[in-house]
Each structure stands twice: as structure tokens, then as C-alpha cells.
């Protein structure tokens, strides 16, 4: 199992210490940074800033939002930075929610499975660059067939680096897990828990039945979830640095009927606890929202604990599916914590 370190997208501005955690993660030989994107900062400009001044680590995008870009235009973004990073992009890609698509970009959110797979076919032929782009999907059509009438198919001016970019697929649901293994070179869960490692494998398996010959094979199918890492004197205190980031996913994401991360974590088993979590959040008691998550939920998704405890349960998530734990942690703590997870390792 390799590490990664989650930077996500910013609050209020650019977070303190990103570009040191960066460096550390290069520096420390660790597998990959990772940013996200919402409704602020965007995921590949601060990947492309603090990225160009490592020359080892991988570079992921967890998630760029497919409504925010056509297909061509996260393609060429995405083929840019291959080439200005030598080889070391990774793009991931997802679907996110009905309240950010319809309300921040201005789009319908229908059929979010069947827009996936069109969106990522389209990305391949920019990237495998073997005939000038054209498609005629339910969601997506190149050229258009309306407007004027003068769009000419057309195919990228720039030879991508890697016509086998990899592409990773956000996913919570069931059927977009296993579509994740049908389409894509790696799945990004959100929440991940070691306790459901079987059904997680059951998933992919599904989805690498119906796997096209002409991708990687499954046994480079790679898994790479954001954990939640807090390490402190005893658990509870530990815990509570993770409570209100878990209460704001389970309450104060998506609308009020469709939050894919509530979901989740209510599949886990933790369906009162959600109902609980929600109700407080709703009514604007954040705190009490953090303070209604019970620490098996917490040590659940996360590596959560006394030194002695997160060593153990490091062990655990090492004998999953999981092929890269990415951290996600107050990243002006990533330098002091690298040497400590790297030893527990070792």
C-alpha cells in the first residue's frame, strides 16, 4: 500500500502549509498529491502551482468535476499537465451532486452513470489521438449538430504524452463502483472502511467482467481513498479533530433528498447516526452535529487514535483492496507525520 496527500479544494483561501506538505510528500518519495475542486478553487491550477516544483511525486485530480468541463476540455487539461509533469498526471474524475451541478453550473444532472461513461469515452479518444474526435451520445455530441452548421470534427493539435493516461472515477454508490472498474484505471471512494473490504471487492469484480481488452488489466486497477488521519494522546480527543469534517459530508452536503455522502456512510450501518447528524446540522447545530458522530464511526473511515492505535490500524487498511491511503490531515502536520507513518511501515 502506497501513500498519498490529499490538499482538497480551499476554504475561505489558499490553505496554510499546502506547498510544504507538497514538497514533504516529493522529498519523503510518497505515491501522489491529490486536490479537489467544489464551488471555489479549482483542481488543477493549484495542482499545476505547487506541482511544479516536485519531480517524483504523482499528480491526481480527486475530483475534477465533469460539469465544469466538456469532455475535450478536461481532456486537454489534462494532457497539458502529463507533459509539463513528464508522465506523473493522473486524472480523476466525477460525476459530483444535483445542488453543485444545477445550482453552481447551470446544468441538468440526469443519468449521472450513463453521462460518466460517456464523458470518459470521449477523454480516450483525445488522448489515444487516433482519429479526429466525434460522438453522438445522449448527453454529449461531437461535433454538434446544431448551430451553425460548420463544426468539423477535429483532433487535438497536441500528441499527448500518454495515450494510456490514467483516469480514476469518483464513486460511493454501488453501480458507479463497479463502472469505476468497467471504465476507469482506478476508483477514488470517498469513505472507505476496511470492515466492507469484501463487498468493495464484489463491486469491482462486477465491474471487471465487463472490462474492454484494450485497457489496463484489473491487476493495475488501483484504489485510492482520502482517509482521514488524527493522531493524539487517547482517542476521543483524536476523534473530535475529525467529527466536524464527517458532519459537515453527512449534514451539510448535497440538498436536504440527495447527498451521496450521507449514503455512504449510512451503508456502512450508520443510518440513525446520519438521521441524527442531519437533523442537528439542519438546524444550524454544527456542533452538536460533530459531537452526535460516535468514535466507531469516526475509526471507521479514518486512522484515528493513539500512535499504538493508529499503528494497528494501519495494519488492517494495509490487507485491503487499497492501493494508495491518502492522507488527509492539517497539512502543516504532513511533514512531522510522513516520518512517523513511514516507520510504522517499515
Not at 479549482?42 to 475530483?63: E, H, M, Q, Y
Not at 460518466?116 to 449538430?145: C, M, S
Not at 450501518?269 to 459531537?291: F, L, M, S, W
Request: proline share 7%; aromatic share 8%; glycine share 10%.
Amino acid at each position: 500500500m502506497r501513500f498519498g496527500v490529499h490538499l482538497g479544494y480551499w476554504p475561505a483561501g489558499p490553505p496554510e502549509g499546502a506547498a510544504e506538505a507538497v514538497r514533504a510528500a516529493d522529498d519523503a518519495g510518497l505515491d501522489s498529491v491529490w486536490t479537489a475542486e467544489a464551488y471555489g478553487s479549482d483542481a488543477f491550477t493549484p495542482l499545476a502551482w505547487w506541482g511544479a516544483a516536485t519531480s517524483r511525486v504523482r499528480l491526481g485530480t480527486a475530483i475534477a468535476q465533469m460539469s465544469a468541463r466538456t469532455p475535450t476540455a478536461t481532456a486537454m487539461a489534462a494532457l497539458t499537465l502529463d507533459h509539463l509533469s513528464g508522465g506523473r498526471f493522473i486524472l480523476g474524475v466525477g460525476a459530483s451532486g444535483p445542488q453543485v451541478v444545477e445550482g453552481w453550473y447551470g446544468q441538468q444532472y440526469p443519468r449521472p452513470l450513463e453521462r460518466t461513461r460517456e464523458y470518459v469515452d470521449i477523454i480516450r479518444q483525445v488522448l489515444r489521438r487516433e482519429a479526429p474526435v466525434t460522438f453522438d451520445g445522449a448527453h454529449y455530441q461531437l461535433p454538434h449538430p446544431g448551430g451553425t452548421g460548420q463544426g468539423k470534427a477535429l483532433r487535438s493539435t497536441v500528441h499527448p504524452l500518454r495515450a494510456d493516461l490514467p483516469i480514476h472515477l469518483a464513486a460511493q454508490g454501488p453501480k458507479n463502483t463497479a463502472l469505476a472498474a468497467e471504465i476507469a484505471d482506478g476508483w477514488l471512494p470517498a469513505f472507505f472502511s476496511p470492515r466492507l473490504n469484501d463487498e468493495y471487492t464484489e463491486l469491482l469484480a462486477t465491474g471487471f467482467a465487463r472490462r474492454a481488452g484494450d485497457l489496463r488489466p484489473a491487476e493495475e486497477f488501483e484504489v485510492s481513498a482520502s482517509v482521514p488521519v488524527s493522531i493524539a494522546g487517547d482517542a476521543e480527543a483524536a476523534a473530535d479533530r475529525v467529527r466536524p469534517h464527517l458532519a459537515l459530508y453527512i449534514g451539510g452536503m448535497g440538498s436536504e433528498s440527495t447527498n451521496f455522502h450521507r449514503q455512504a456512510i449510512a451503508r456502512m450501518g450508520y443510518e440513525a447516526e446520519c438521521d441524527e447528524v442531519q437533523r442537528r446540522y439542519a438546524g444550524g447545530d454544527k456542533a452538536g452535529a460533530a459531537a452526535a458522530i460516535p468514535l466507531e464511526l469516526v475509526q471507521d473511515v479514518g486512522l484515528v487514535g493513539t500512535p499504538d492505535q493508529v499503528r494497528s490500524q494501519l495494519r488492517t487498511w494495509s490487507e485491503t483492496a487499497l492501493t494508495t491511503l491518502i492522507i488527509q490531515t492539517d497539512l502543516r502536520a504532513v511533514p512531522d507525520l510522513l516520518p512517523m507513518l513511514g516507520a510504522t511501515l517499515g
